[in-house]
């Protein structure tokens, strides 16, 4: 029976070795790689190689997005002379991080630059980014089950009501409410976007041979309508028309 035990015990020992060898491996190879991709994008950046840094940086966001990798791409992009993309990966860096103060001052030297507006934001828009976006969408969400809790949980566990309970449901509903247009602000700013290429044309119908009623600029912003195929209805400050798809980068990283 003991030698029995003791060979159960080896097997299990075997088992939980070979788990967290497997662990190891399959955890600490995805972050070497980044480790080392994010190396060379910024040893490629400090030697001017300004095309090969925003490259590296560019798959890097598209694997795991942060605010640090999109202010590093947009650095690289605006050292390339690509406005628009520049512009692009700063707003998503504040997308993420709106406290990110590199990117929101890079944003406004570029524009200052090259002379370009930035989006129009309604006041929910404008609340939405006091915040991260996700956060408005958990902040109203854990404030509307604590108001719910503070409704059920009393009758539930039979407590004496009390002013404080009170005081703490009405913080709640407020917290909630309050955090509704800023939600609504997060989900509109979706379609915010730039235009990518220069003199991009913006046509009257949805089609390669359609009208173009005007040219736009690189780094133009614009609201997304609608799309259809390869074509997206946005409303610049002026006016509004068609473009294609590829030549239009949204805010929101998707």
Request: aromatic content about 12%; some cysteine.
């Amino acid at each position: 029976m003991r030698l029995a035990h003791t060979a159960f015990v080896w097997r299990r020992i075997w088992v939980v070795a070979l788990l967290q060898f497997l662990a190891g491996v399959l955890f600490s190879a995805p972050a070497a790689e980044v480790t080392n991709r994010f190396t060379a994008a910024q040893s490629a950046y400090a030697q001017g190689e300004f095309i090969t840094a925003a490259r590296d940086f560019a798959t890097m966001v598209s694997n795991a997005p942060s605010a640090g990798a999109f202010q590093n791409l947009g650095n690289s992009e605006w050292q390339s002379g690509r406005v628009a993309e520049a512009l692009l990966a700063w707003e998503r860096a504040l997308w993420i991080d709106p406290r990110d103060a590199q990117s929101r001052n890079n944003l406004q030297f570029a524009r200052e630059t090259a002379q370009l507006e930035s989006p129009d934001l309604t006041w929910g828009e404008i609340a939405s980014t006091w915040l991260p976006a996700s956060w408005w969408a958990w902040l109203a969400c854990g404030s509307l089950w604590f108001a719910a809790s503070l409704v059920v949980l009393p009758s539930v566990l039979r407590w004496r009501k009390s002013g404080w309970q009170q005081a703490l449901m009405a913080i709640g509903l407020g917290v909630f409410l309050l955090s509704l247009p800023a939600n609504y602000g997060a989900m509109t700013r979706t379609k915010l976007g730039f235009v990518l290429q220069a003199e991009t044309p913006l046509r009257l119908t949805p089609t390669a041979g359609g009208e173009a009623a005007t040219k736009l600029a690189a780094g133009e912003p614009g609201r997304v309508l609608r799309g259809r195929g390869n074509y997206l209805l946005i409303r610049t400050r002026l006016t509004s028309g068609w473009v294609e798809r590829e030549k239009f980068g949204l805010i929101s990283p998707q």
